[in-house]
């Protein structure tokens, strides 16, 4: 249906906001005590998924990793030399084995996920009560894994791999093997 056959009732444009509204919504947002104890809470959560975490992840010289990435069971997580983590990604070790080991000059994308731990799904229990399934994620030397991919637990990525931007890997890639889609499938060498 076009515009023009929308009926008049229909058609309205969106409220300007006059600078006296600005105002007053700004100083109503600065006398919020809201607006503070959401920043404490936020303040707290990056302090618990990145600050903290970071003081115990293994990295190797000239590792630069996004202020905005963020980590789980940081002990379990092994970063080699000149790692380059992009903004936005997690990697999370499983909470009692599940490790994450990388070599030198890996780059990771923004918004990657590495999971070394997963949830069961027995049908008749909550999700969140069952036992998690761990195993360790091993990826080689000079590793690209792309934009929004998702490394799950017990996948082996070998030397110079490439993992294509929103790929699902589960299992092994081969050493010099460039793989995409979901799940992920061999495109090609590199």
């Known amino acids: 249906m076009f515009d023009a056959e929308l009926p008049p009732s229909l058609l309205q444009t969106k409220q300007r906001l006059t600078h006296k509204i600005r105002l007053s919504r700004f100083l109503l947002s600065v006398v919020d005590p809201r607006a503070y104890l959401h920043a404490l809470k936020l303040l707290n959560h990056y302090n618990q998924t990145h600050v903290i975490p970071r003081r115990s992840i293994t990295t190797g010289p000239n590792a630069a990793i996004s202020p905005t990435s963020q980590f789980a069971n940081p002990s379990r997580i092994s970063l080699g030399a000149r790692a380059h983590v992009g903004a936005g990604c997690f990697i999370w070790a499983g909470p009692h084995s599940g490790r994450i080991d990388a070599g ?20 008749g229990t909550p999700v969140s009560d069952q036992t998690m399934a761990e195993a360790s994620i091993h990826i080689g030397d000079n590793v690209w894994i792309g934009a929004g991919a998702i490394i799950l637990p017990g996948s082996r990525i070998g030397s110079n791999a490439v993992v294509a931007a929103g790929a699902v890997v589960r299992g092994i890639v081969a050493t010099g093997e460039v793989v995409a889609g979901v799940p992920a499938k061999n495109a090609g060498r590199r």
């Open 104 to 123: 030198d000059d890996l780059l990771l994308g923004p918004n990657v996920l590495l999971t070394a731990a997963n949830y069961r799904f027995r049908y």
